[in-house]
């Protein structure tokens, strides 16, 4: 079985190299900027996205989804270093953050993923592609005072989304610009013509010439005050001296604080919010997903888990699967999940051997990946089709994505799914019965009522408003023959009912499976249950 699945794997390595390369780029300034807004060493973003691609990649089971730090836990991260006294304490949390995960796959926690409505995955997928749009923009005009990787409104360098693109527009390098445009150009001109006319501008990804470019214009123009790019508008990788410092790159844990309420406390966060922003991601990247696989939940629980203990373990950030560098994979055609693990191969490769290259690519220009990234998972027609489904699809799914973009990626799921839990309850509301009023020509209102499937307290009000409105001298025939559950709570109601109904001169025929009964003395009785204790 084993050899098999290698063996797919490896059948698709021309779809997923070339889709490493672009999620590799697409991961590097992320990795580099999550940690900076974490208050965490630079490196230790790096170890992440590292485990995430290799570790959590061959674990998983999930073909297309690609782990490493994630934006959401940012916040999380920067508190809890500083109240737990350091880096290498915070740690300690990461790794029983991970064990904590472990143990959610044991108890099948990742059932919850099945619970998320389409409308709020659609709209998260379109929040994260608007923010990405949003935030690369003082990037791609040369402007990095926040770091890459901070996705919240409210920005660490003190400005919000918003703000931040009007400063930026204020503060233009025109170097940044230029080859951004330029980056641009080729990727819509790569992606929208070339990849159409040879197979060999699939092999080679757009994403790779406009770095490749990018690179040979910083190199070209160093040294010029006007069209140059200056070292705070290129990629900033941790370089080494020699090998032998390699070691000095690592932190570790200090378990002697493992005995610290604190520390179990920020465990437990950490595993609660990785694994609910997890279990989101793998939602939506099995709806992008263009062969619809699905990927077992409990098993990525898993996968995360020992990511994270491992990344914990080594000295790095706690790591999510994370739906930008997802969609970025499934974008660039890659097919399984080797191109995940190549990712992290070449995060790995590329930090130890060439990281004075990588140190020469020009943010702008990974902007403008990111761009195009963004713009896949928010295309306006998406606006369109979900409105002409209907206000009960549309509202959740503008209220997540309003929600993502001016708070934060949880937060705007909540508010998704509180509104669409409201819509559910508004339909079960209206679905609880279906009435059909028939004059039979003497005077008297035939009415029936059949009850829906399953009937609860939620629908109490609907039910008890039409048995009110019922005229003096009907004739009132109640179907529960296709009723499974008929909550104690409705019962209650026909049976308040029967009174009033006597004094109203209305005639009840009961129709069950159980047979035909006119005016029943007992609904309780009826459905054998036993009448509330009064005190």
């Known amino acids: 079985m084993k050899a098999k699945l290698f063996l797919y794997m490896f059948k698709y390595l021309k779809n997923d190299l070339p889709a490493s390369v672009v999620v ?24 992440a996205g590292i485990v995430g691609g290799v570790v959590v990649g061959a674990l998983s089971g999930s073909q297309l989804g690609v782990s490493g730090p994630a934006a959401g836990l ?17 740690l300690v949390a990461v790794v029983l953050g991970g064990i904590i995960q ?36 003082p990037h791609f005009f040369g402007y990095d005072a926040d770091p890459e990787g901070d996705q919240a409104f409210f920005q660490v360098d003190g400005e919000n ?76 990788v941790p370089v080494l001296d020699s090998f032998a410092n390699f070691g000095s790159l690592f932190q570790f844990p200090n378990f002697s604080v493992i ?40 098993r990525e629980l898993f996968a995360q888990g020992v990511g994270n203990s491992i990344s914990g373990l080594l000295g790095g950030l706690p790591v999510t699967q994370v739906i930008v560098r997802s969609s970025a994979n499934i974008q660039s055609g890659g097919r399984t999940k080797l191109s995940a693990i190549i990712h992290g191969l070449l995060l790995f490769i590329s930090v130890m051997l060439i990281p004075k290259l990588l140190n020469m690519i020009p943010l702008s220009v990974l902007a403008a990946v990111l761009f195009i990234v963004g713009f896949k998972l928010a295309k306006p027609s998406l606006f369109k089709t979900m409105y002409q489904l209907g206000w009960k699809q549309f509202v959740p799914f503008i209220v997540t994505v309003v929600g993502l973009v001016l708070t934060d990626l949880l937060i705007g799921i909540a508010l998704g799914l509180a509104v669409g839990i409201v819509v559910i309850l508004i339909k079960s509301y209206q679905n609880s019965h279906f009435l059909h009023i028939e004059d039979k020509g003497n005077g008297q209102n035939m009415i029936k009522m059949t009850l829906a499937e399953e009937v609860t307290f939620i629908n109490k009000g609907a039910i008890l408003k039409e048995l009110d409105r019922l005229p003096e001298n009907s004739y009132l025939e109640l179907d529960v023959r296709k009723t499974r559950y008929l909550d104690n709570d409705i019962i209650e109601i026909l049976e308040d009912f029967s009174g009033k109904a006597k004094s109203k001169n209305i005639n009840i025929k009961l129709i069950s499976e159980r047979g035909v009964v006119e005016n029943p003395e007992s609904y309780i009785k009826f459905f054998n249950l036993r009448p509330k204790q009064t005190a």
Request: proline share 4%; net charge neutral; glycine share 10%.
């Open 24 to 47: 590799f780029f697409v991961a590097l300034p992320l990795c580099l900027g999550i940690a900076l807004a974490s208050g965490a060493p630079l490196f230790s973003g790096l170890i």
């Open 74 to 90: 940012a916040a999380i991260v920067l508190t809890a270093i500083g109240s737990l006294g350091g880096f290498e304490n915070f």
């Open 161 to 236: 989304t918003f703000s931040e693109i009007l400063v930026a527009l204020n503060n233009i390098s025109p170097g940044a610009t230029l080859i951004a445009v330029a980056a641009l150009s080729i990727l819509i001109l790569w992606d929208k013509v070339l990849t159409k006319k040879s197979k060999i501008f699939q092999l080679i990804q757009g994403p790779l010439v406009a770095v490749v470019l990018g690179i040979l214009y910083f190199v070209f123009t160093q040294g010029d005050a006007t069209w140059g790019i200056s070292g705070e508008h290129l990629v900033q």
């Open 259 to 298: 005995g610290n309420t604190e520390i179990w406390i920020t465990a437990f966060t950490i595993a609660l919010v990785a694994s609910l922003e997890t279990l989101l991601c793998v939602e939506a990247t099995d709806k992008l997903d263009p062969y619809k696989r699905t990927t077992p939940a409990n």
């Open 102 to 137: 472990i143990l959610f796959a044991v108890l099948k926690g990742g059932i919850i993923a099945y619970y998320f409505p389409s409308s709020v995955i659609k709209g998260m997928l379109t929040g994260i592609g608007i923010i990405i749009i949003l935030k690369q923009i």
